[in-house]
C-alpha cells in the first residue's frame, strides 16, 4: 500500500512537472506568436468648419473590423467612442481594403486628444492637438506641401517638414498625392503604399486636402468612369459644413485663417454648383473673426514654367476679380513640380476690346505661389520661360516645402525650404502683411 502510495505521488509529481513545463516552452515551440493584421494607413483632416471635429480615417485588410475611434484629451483622460462607417470600392482588378471613416466630434479647442483604431492586438494609439478657437489674433504655423508622389525626393520632402524647426500644426495639401495613375492600370496598391508613407505625420496632425489631376483616375479604357473614385472613397472632408455639394470644394476655419479649397478639375464656370458656391461664400468671409483668407487650388493662374503653361487660365478668368475684390492674402498651388512665388498683381482690366490684358501690381491682389515641389515621380519641372515675367519674384526648381507661420492679424511669416539644405536653412522667405488689417506692400 505504502509503496503503491509513494509510487502515485512521484508519478503525479511528475505529471505536474511536464505539464509546468508544457505550458512554459509549449507556447515558445508549437505556436508562430502572434498574428497581427496591424491597422494601417491612418490619417486625420478637420472635420467641421471650426477645428472642434476631426474625421479619422483608416484601413484594415483582411476583415472590417470596429469602425469606431476610441479617444480622450489629456486633461480628462475621460474615454469615449465614437462611431464611424465603413466604405470599400473596387477599381478595374483591384478591390480596397475596409476604408474607415469616422468623425470626432465637440473636441475641446487648443487640447492634445489621444485615440485608439482598431480592435483587440491590432489596436494603435495615435495623438493630435485641436486648434486653437477661431479668433483674430490667434498664432497658428501651417506646412504646405504639393504633389509629394512616394518617391526617395518625396520622402526627403516629408522628413524635412518633420524636422523643420518651425514645426508646422497643420498641412496645406495643394493636390496630387499618391501618383497610383502613373502605374499600370493606375495601380491602386499605390494609394495604399502612400497612406502608409505619410501616415507618420497624418495620423498626427490634420492635412487638408486639395485635388490635383492625379486625383482624377478616369480611366475609361479599362472602364474606369468615376472621377476621383479613389480619392474620393479614401480622403473624406468636412466639404458640407461650409455649404459645398461636393468633397472637391470647401472651406474651413483654422485660428485666424479662412481657408477656400477650390478643385481645377470641377466645372467652374458660370451655373456650374463651385461657381455657385464660390459666390457665396467669399461674402461670408468675416475678417474680423479670421483676418487670413488663403485660397488652395491645384492648378496655378500664374506660372513662368514651361509646363502646364495657361492650364489654370480659364480658372483665373472667371475667379480672378472675386480674389482681387475680396483681398485674398495667398493663394497656393502645385501641379508645376518647382517652386514660385509672384508679386501682388491682377490681371482683371481686359474686357475684350480694351487690350489691357498684361498683370500689374496690385496690392488687393493675393500673392501667388507655386509650391508642386514634393517629389511626385515625373522629375522637376526646369525649363522657365525666358526672360522671367515681372510678376514672377523668385522660381526656382529644387524639391522643397513651405511653412506658413501666422503672428496675429496683420502679420505672417512665410519661408520656403528646399530639402538639397539643412532643416533650418530659408531658400525664400518674406513678411506677408495681412490685406485686410495692415495693406502695405512687402516689396518695400
Ligand atoms: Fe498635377
Not at 487670413?292 to 480672378?320: A, D, F, K, Q
Request: glycine share 8%; charged share 20%.
Amino acid at each position: 500500500m505504502g509503496q503503491m502510495g509513494l509510487s502515485s505521488f512521484s508519478f503525479s509529481m511528475v505529471s505536474y512537472i511536464i505539464l509546468v513545463l508544457g505550458l512554459i516552452i509549449g507556447p515558445l515551440l508549437c505556436n508562430g506568436g502572434k498574428t497581427s493584421t496591424f491597422v494601417r494607413k491612418v490619417h486625420i483632416t478637420q472635420g467641421d468648419q471650426v477645428g472642434k471635429a476631426v474625421i479619422v480615417s483608416w484601413v484594415t485588410v483582411n476583415e472590417p473590423g470596429s469602425s469606431e475611434v476610441l479617444y480622450w484629451s489629456e486633461i480628462s483622460k475621460h474615454k469615449k467612442v465614437a462611431k464611424g462607417k465603413v466604405v470599400t470600392y473596387t477599381y478595374f482588378n483591384y478591390t480596397s481594403g475596409y476604408i474607415h471613416h469616422c468623425t470626432i466630434r465637440n473636441l475641446k479647442f487648443n487640447t492634445k486628444y489621444y485615440y485608439v483604431v482598431g480592435i483587440g492586438h491590432t489596436e494603435r494609439m495615435f495623438w493630435f492637438f485641436t486648434p486653437p478657437e477661431v479668433g483674430p489674433d490667434v498664432p497658428y504655423t501651417f506646412g504646405l506641401i504639393g504633389d509629394l508622389g512616394q518617391t526617395f525626393d518625396s520622402n526627403k520632402t516629408l522628413t524635412h517638414y518633420e524636422m523643420n524647426p518651425q514645426k508646422g500644426q497643420a498641412v496645406l495639401f495643394v493636390g496630387d498625392l499618391s501618383y497610383a495613375d502613373n502605374y499600370p492600370n493606375h495601380d491602386n496598391n499605390r494609394w495604399d503604399s502612400w497612406a502608409r508613407f505619410v501616415e507618420r505625420s497624418v495620423a498626427y496632425q490634420p492635412w487638408i486636402w486639395t485635388a490635383g489631376n492625379h486625383e482624377l483616375d478616369f480611366a475609361p479604357e479599362i472602364g474606369e468612369t468615376k472621377p476621383f473614385k479613389p480619392f474620393s472613397k479614401r480622403y473624406h472632408v468636412p466639404y458640407k459644413a461650409s455649404g459645398s455639394t461636393a468633397p472637391f470644394w470647401y472651406s474651413i476655419k483654422r485660428a485666424s485663417a479662412y481657408i477656400i479649397v477650390l478643385s481645377s478639375y470641377s466645372a467652374y464656370g458660370k451655373y456650374t454648383p463651385q461657381n455657385a458656391w464660390i459666390e457665396e461664400e467669399f461674402p461670408k468671409v468675416n475678417r474680423s473673426e479670421t483676418p487670413w483668407l488663403i485660397v488652395l487650388m491645384h492648378s496655378p493662374w500664374y506660372n513662368s514654367y514651361n509646363y502646364h503653361y495657361m492650364e489654370g487660365e480659364t480658372m483665373r478668368v472667371m475667379y480672378e476679380p472675386l480674389f482681387v475684390k475680396y483681398k485674398v492674402d495667398m493663394v497656393f498651388a502645385g501641379h508645376v513640380h518647382a517652386y514660385e512665388r509672384s508679386e501682388r498683381v491682377s490681371n482683371v482690366a481686359y474686357n475684350i476690346i480694351n487690350g489691357e490684358c498684361m498683370p500689374v501690381k496690385d496690392q488687393s491682389a493675393p500673392v501667388y505661389i507655386t509650391i508642386g515641389d514634393g517629389g511626385n515621380i515625373e522629375g522637376l519641372a526646369n525649363n522657365m520661360s525666358e526672360p522671367q515675367p515681372a510678376y514672377s519674384a523668385y522660381r526656382e526648381a529644387s524639391f522643397g516645402h513651405a511653412i506658413l507661420d501666422i503672428k496675429n492679424r496683420t502679420h505672417a511669416y512665410y519661408s520656403w525650404h528646399r530639402n538639397d539644405d539643412g532643416y533650418a536653412v530659408e531658400a525664400d522667405s518674406l513678411w506677408f502683411f495681412n490685406r485686410q488689417w495692415y495693406p502695405k506692400d512687402e516689396s518695400h
